[in-house]
Every structure is written in structure tokens, then in C-alpha cells.
């Protein structure tokens, strides 16, 4: 078995997918002069580093619980003309997570807010930032079911670790007492410490009376 063979096999058995799949391209513009040895191993070390780099970003995403894939340029800005594109495009530089800021959509159904918090939620996603997705009610059915259970306190501490968390959904069913303590609990050990993305067809206005404590409106007061 020649060495060249024995490279591919060793390439083969590190992982090194992307390299064995193009040495051949790099040892033909070596052999033409058109590369530098330095050049063609810096270039294919490249290759290996940017698909690793891409398969991290693909884990991320995907441990984000998403309900689809759509980033903010698979927005239609044009028929929405309420929306601000160059407020979304700003909150696209992820200044807000930086400074723990929380982001509240507030609109009727069909304008966009799933699409929007979620193409924030992958930006976040892509920059490593952990982030997670999730609807309000699977939310709320999660804590209820752990504080029957006598462990609140440990489901709301996994809830605020995440330095973004996406609730879809607020306000859509009807909100008990009950929900809207343990929501006004999550939201105050995430407030200042980590940033909520949150969709709703709430009007802001009537936050306080529903989770009865204006509090709450003060922390989304952006």
C-alpha cells in the first residue's frame, strides 16, 4: 500500500472529510506550480474548520427547538408595512443580547411574529448564543407540571439559563393566577441577566391587568 493511499485512510479515520475529499484538486496545483505546499495545506485546513464550524452552528440550531427555518431575509418587509426593517435589521446585530434586553411582538395573527422572533432566535443560534424555543402554553404546562411536582424552583432555573428564550404565543388562551405568577417569576430571574424574545397578540396595554402586576410591563418597556 502506497503512502498516498495510507493518507486517504488516515484522513479517513480522523475525520478529516473535506480535506481527503479535495487533496487531490490541491496535490494537482502543487504539482502545476499554481500552489504553494504552505498555500494548499492553509486552504484545506480552511475547508476542514469552516464545515466544522458550520456542523456547530447546524447542532445549535437544532437543540433550539425552532418550529421552522426562516431568517429574517426570508421576510416579506413589503406587505407588512407597519413593521420597522430597519429596527429588525438593527436588532439582527444581536446588540440586544449583549445588553440583556428583552424584545416583545405585539400584533395580530398572520403579521409575522412567529417568523420574526424566530429569525432573531437563529441569528442568535448561529452566533453560539444558547437559545431556545418554545410556546407559551408547552411553557406553562412544563413549570405547572413541576411545581405539582415540588420542583419549580429547578424548572425555572433550567427556563433562565438560556441567554435567549423565544415564548411564542403569550396571551393567545385565556391566563390564570396561577400562570401568570409563574410566568412573572421566569420573567423576573431572566430580567437584566439574559434576554427574552416574546410574541403576543396582547395589547401591551392590558399586561398588567392580566398578570396582575405592572411590573411586568416595566421589564418589556424597551
Known amino acids: 500500500m502506497n503512502n498516498y493511499i495510507k493518507l ?15 487533496i487531490d484538486t490541491y496535490l494537482n496545483l502543487i504539482n502545476s506550480g499554481e500552489k504553494s505546499v504552505i498555500d494548499a495545506l492553509y ?8 464545515s466544522k464550524q458550520e456542523k456547530a452552528i447546524l447542532a445549535c440550531v437544532k437543540t433550539a427547538n425552532f418550529p421552522f427555518l426562516k431568517e ?14 430597519q429596527q429588525i435589521l438593527d436588532l439582527k446585530s444581536l446588540r440586544f443580547v449583549e445588553n440583556n434586553e428583552n424584545i416583545l411582538f405585539v400584533g395580530t395573527p398572520g403579521v409575522g411574529k412567529t417568523h420574526l422572533a424566530t429569525s432573531l432566535g437563529i441569528e442568535c443560534a448561529k452566533h453560539r448564543y444558547s437559545t431556545y424555543f418554545i410556546h407559551f402554553q408547552e411553557l406553562m404546562a412544563q413549570l405547572k407540571k413541576a411545581l405539582a411536582e415540588n420542583r419549580l424552583e429547578a424548572r425555572l432555573k433550567h427556563f433562565s ?18 400562570t401568570a405568577n409563574i410566568f412573572f417569576q421566569l420573567i423576573s430571574k431572566r430580567y437584566e441577566k439574559h434576554s427574552t424574545i416574546i410574541t403576543t397578540n396582547m395589547p401591551f396595554s392590558s399586561w398588567g391587568e392580566v398578570f396582575g402586576s405592572a411590573t411586568i410591563m416595566k421589564i418589556f418597556c424597551l
Open 72 to 85: 429574517i431575509d426570508d421576510f416579506e418587509f413589503e406587505f407588512q408595512p407597519s413593521i420597522n426593517k
Open 43 to 50: 486552504e484545506l485546513s480552511n475547508l476542514e474548520l469552516k
Open 8 to 22: 486517504l485512510n488516515n484522513l479517513d479515520e480522523l475525520g478529516l472529510i473535506n480535506i481527503k475529499n479535495n
Open 161 to 178: 439559563k438560556y441567554k435567549v428564550l423565544i415564548i411564542d404565543e403569550v396571551g393567545y388562551l385565556p391566563i390564570d393566577i396561577d
